[in-house]
Structures are given as C-alpha cells and as structure tokens.
C-alpha cells in the first residue's frame, strides 16, 4: 500500500507517546488501553487540536472491531439505525465493539434520539467514541450516557517542536521565524499549521526542499480589528468596507467570527436592547452556517443584519 503523503495522516499520532498535550487525558486512556475496556466518550474541543486523532488512537490500541463514521457526511438518522445499529448488534470475535462518530455535532436532533437508546441496548458489547467541536450541539440525555472529555490544545511550543520534527523527518529545509508565522497565524489547529507547511513548501533544486512563507499570511490576522472599527463607528460605506476586509484577508474558515462578534459585543452594541438583538442574530446565523454552502455569505448577511440593528438606535 502506497503511503499517506499528506502530513496529516502520514504523522497521525499512533500511540500515547506521539500524541502531544493534554498529559492527564492521556494518563486517563492509558488505563483504558491496560483494562482494554472503556466508558462511551464525548471528545470535544476546538478543531485540529487531535480528537478524532484520540479516537483513531483508542481503538488502534484495543482489540476490538470498531466502524468509523464521519458524522458530518452521514448526519441522519437512516445512518444510526442502519450502520450503528448494524454494526452494534452483529457477532463479533473481539472482546468489544468500538464506533466511532466523528464530528458528531452534525448529528440532527432525531439521531442523536435514536443513538441514546442504542448506546443504551447494546452495552454489554459495544463502545462509542463520539467527537465534536461544540458540545452544546450534543443533546443531554446523550452527554449524560457519556463521559465528556475537553481536548486542550498543545502549548504554542509543544506544536512548534512537533512540526519542526515532521519537517526535519521530511528533509525540508526552514527558518525558524518562517515557522513561527504559521504557528502563531493557526495556532492551535495543528492539522492547519501542517498543511500550510506542506502546501508551502517548494523545491529549491538539488532535491532540495524548503519551506517558504509568503509574508502575506499575516494579512488575515487583522481582519477582526478592522470589522470591529467599523462597526463601532458605522458609516453608509461600512458594509462594503467590511465585505472588503473579509476578501483580503483570504478565510477559509469563518466560525471565529461569530465568537469574536459576541465577544466583543460591548464595544460597539449601543444598548441593552441592541446587544440582545445582536445576540439572537449571531445564534440564527450560526445554526444557518451548518446549512449554506458558502459560509461567507451568511458572514455577510449576519454583518448587515448587526449594521441595520446599530444604526437603528
């Protein structure tokens, strides 16, 4: 079999020593791994910060069956009675069963139902590994069959030493300083900062490799200052203005932006009664954003609603 040329699988944490961070997570799975038994668990944490790389890592470790599915493709509840269920209640060899269900926020509301009374049926020879990246989108009922565990990302340091020892494996030549422009610009989606390294990386000759970054990376990381300057101050051109700010900067992931508005609600929400406004806006477009294809365009919609609520004070 060909091997993985992406960074990211190719440097896929396979074992607890490879994994970076979250020292007593690891402490608390290598006691499942001894026991080669586990509790259902809910992974949840920012994304690129290694849960589903936890998950791969668990049942790689036991012996056991397991069914992997990205929750995010196959988010209904045909999937839960058909695979899960399936899977869930076929014989098996192994001493247990083990699914996985990433990115399981994507799961509807009738699914995540459905999941409970599975997780609940068949656990005498079955254990699920849910992952998400916001855990309110996880329904109680199925938070409480489970134990929930926090995925915190590594230290600045901890993945600046971890990527440098992918590039030096990789043969690839960098600067230090080049480096930490990646690290800082993503920090901490590890899975992005590998592959700006690798998408960045060009032959020098020789078969030489080295890692260049263009400058222009830093441009996105000012886009929030200018967003929030003109929403505190609006004008009849804020609205292109920002819509401006957002094409220079080159996002190619817009979830912050809805923290970041929330957030910083206090600086330029005129009152009490435009902040609560504001917030019910920022709520609606965030559940429409899982829905819409082009996620920059409910950013914009979602801008002009907050511009239309400041301006009407």
């Known amino acids: 079999m060909k091997e993985n040329s992406l960074f990211v699988e190719k440097y896929r944490s396979k074992t607890l020593e490879d994994y970076i961070g979250n020292e007593q997570l690891k402490s608390i799975v290598a006691q499942y791994i001894k026991k080669n038994d586990l509790q259902n668990l809910l992974l949840y944490g920012t994304p690129g910060t290694g849960k589903t790389t ?52 994507f799961l509807t509301i009738q699914a995540q139902a459905s999941l409970r009374n599975i997780i609940e049926t068949y656990s005498r020879t079955t254990r699920f590994i849910l992952t998400c990246n916001y855990l309110e989108r996880i329904i109680d009922p199925l938070q409480s069959r489970c134990q929930v565990l926090k995925i915190t990302p590594p230290s600045k340091k901890e993945v600046a030493i971890h ?9 690839i030549n960098y600067e230090l300083s080049d480096l930490g422009l990646v690290v800082n610009k993503h920090y901490p989606d590890v899975r992005k900062i590998l592959n700006t390294c690798q998408v960045n990386t060009v032959d020098g000759g020789a078969n030489d490799l080295y890692l260049k970054i263009d400058k222009a990376i830093l441009s996105s990381n000012s886009y929030k200052d200018g967003v929030l300057k003109e ?51 920022i709520e609606n477009y965030m559940y429409h954003a899982n829905f819409r294809i082009d996620k920059e365009i409910n950013v914009m919609a979602l801008l002009a609603s907050i511009l239309k609520i400041i301006n009407n004070k």
């Open 54 to 105: 936890l998950a791969k890592l668990i049942v790689n470790n036991f012996d056991c069956d397991f069914l992997y599915i990205n929750a995010s493709d196959e988010r209904g509840i045909d999937t839960i009675r058909d695979k899960v269920q399936g899977f869930a209640s076929s014989a098996s060899f192994k001493p247990i069963k083990i699914i996985i269900l990433d990115e399981a926020d």
């Open 163 to 171: 990527v440098a020892n992918i590039l030096d494996k990789e043969e």
């Open 231 to 281: 929403l505190k101050s609006p004008t009849k051109s804020s609205f292109k203005n920002i819509r401006q700010i957002l094409a220079d900067s080159n996002l190619d992931d817009f979830e912050e932006i809805y923290r970041f508005l929330y957030d910083s609600l206090d600086e330029y929400g005129n009152n009490d009664l435009s902040k609560a406004m504001i917030v019910i806006e």
